[in-house]
């Protein structure tokens, strides 16, 4: 069965790195683009960026954009996110999510298989 | 960027009764939409995607219909899990993807 993990998230002060992981299984990994979605707390989900299968096409929020950089790692079916220059407003569950469209379709569309999420606090 | 808007922000309807959430968008999406049921403490589940196309594993109750600015999620006969927060969500202009600020369907 398909299965999503994120780790990496914790406790961090402004201004300061953190990097999440995504470990995928259960389907082919190097076919499928991946999307990195959050809430914040208490809120609705906001994207954030998604990467295609090879890793050669990578779009963002403009929330984040310059600051985050989404990669992965086909060989070890892992997805990052670089979160750099972290702000309080970044504070927030960050969930992968398959695409739901194989590459070989053309088309990027909605995440049909999500991890649990992994809390991201920004904070002094 | 493209807004989506959700209505109402809270529905209230018995069990067993039919559910109706909207979704509109501020341009056209074409059919190039989705809709999530996120639980508390949950990640979102994707239920319908195409406008109207179910995805796997969602139980027949679950419809969606509309193309362009207009979209529907009905719930024909609810049942005591489907009390959640629904999300609608377009994948036509991006980046970025955009959500809609989510539905939450209470038990009245």
């Known amino acids: 069965q398909v299965q999503l993990v994120e780790s990496g998230g914790g406790v961090v002060q402004p201004g300061r790195s953190l990097r999440l992981s995504c470990a995928a299984s259960?389907?082919?990994?190097?076919?499928?683009?991946i999307h990195w979605v959050r809430q914040a707390p208490g809120k609705g989900l906001e994207w954030v960026a998604i990467?295609?299968?090879?890793?050669?096409?990578?779009y963002y929020a403009d929330s984040v954009k310059g600051r985050f950089t989404i990669s992965r790692d086909n060989s070890k079916n892992t997805l990052f996110l670089q979160m750099n220059s972290l702000r309080a407003e970044d504070t927030a569950v960050y969930y992968c999510?398959?695409?739901?469209?194989?590459?070989?379709?053309?088309?990027w569309g909605p995440g049909d298989y999500w991890g649990q999420g992994t809390l991201v606090t920004v904070s002094s | 960027e493209i807004v989506m808007t959700q209505s109402p922000v809270t529905l209230s309807v018995s069990p067993g009764e039919r559910a109706t959430l909207s979704c509109r968008a501020s341009q056209s999406v074409s059919s190039n939409l989705a809709w999530y049921q996120q639980k508390p403490g949950q990640a979102p589940r994707l239920l319908i995607y195409?406008?109207?196309t179910r995805a796997t594993g969602i139980p027949a109750r679950f419809s969606g219909s509309g193309s362009g600015t207009e979209f529907t999620l009905t719930i024909s006969s609810l049942q005591s899990e489907d009390f959640a927060v629904y999300y609608c969500q377009q994948y036509n202009n991006w980046p970025p993807y955009t959500f809609g600020q989510g539905t939450k369907l209470e038990i009245k």
């Open positions: 999510a398959k695409d739901l469209y194989n590459y070989d379709s053309g088309n």
């Open positions: 990467i295609s299968y090879d890793g050669g096409n990578k």
């Open positions: 259960g389907f082919t990994f190097s076919n499928y683009g």
């Open positions: 195409g406008a109207s």
